[in-house]
Nanobody
């Protein structure tokens, strides 16, 4: 499975952004797709995940109400809509995929290269 993120950039506080992650390869290994982020000097954290079926969606508490995960199963693309951006949202955002959903990075074997989001 290959994952390619896009959509990052420099955004002013209060702004919005939508990240995309295009998955290719064996779709069975991307039944669950997730977004992680890693801020400078911090560990990578799971922020949202969504199963292909739509029946399992997770958000970490710090992003609830501002981050919205969705996916288009027709082309296996994952999205993350981010609203009301804050400086503390500045991080490298990664897409991950695997068969089962988890908030922990160790559960995912497939990763994208990341897309940088800077809020300033």
């Amino acid at each position: 499975v290959q994952l390619v993120e896009s959509g990052g950039g420099l955004v002013q506080p209060g702004g919005s952004l939508t990240l995309s992650c295009a998955a290719s390869g064996y779709t069975g290994s991307s039944s669950c797709m997730a977004w992680f982020r890693q801020a400078p000097g911090k560990e990578r954290e799971g922020i949202a995940s969504r199963h292909r079926s739509g029946g399992s969606t997770y958000y970490t508490d710090s992003v609830k109400g501002r981050f919205f995960i969705s996916r288009d199963n027709t082309d296996n693309t994952l999205y993350l809509q981010i609203e009301s951006l804050k400086p503390e949202d500045t991080a490298m955002y990664y897409c991950a995929a695997d068969r089962f959903c988890s908030q922990y990075e160790t559960a995912y074997n497939y990763w994208g290269q990341g897309t940088q989001v800077t809020v300033s």
